[in-house]
């Protein structure tokens, strides 16, 4: 579980990247553009919540 949710924070900075790629050189509505943004911006903000929590915990969420 805490291995998605810190990949969660790299998962969602690529979304964001993607979405200003495609809202640069392809038409897609503000909806769209809006509801991925969110999107990526909720997936970074859980992995940072995670990473943090790991870091107060002094936890290795990649270890058993």
Not at 6 to 12: D, Q
């Amino acid at each position: 579980m805490k291995k998605a949710a810190l990949l969660s924070l790299p998962i969602g900075a690529i979304l964001f990247v993607g979405t200003r790629i495609y809202a640069n050189y392809l038409t897609i509505s503000d909806f769209t553009l809006g509801f991925f943004e969110g999107l990526s911006f909720s997936f970074m903000a859980i992995g940072f919540v995670m990473a943090v929590w790991c870091l107060a915990k002094k936890e290795n969420p990649f270890r058993k």
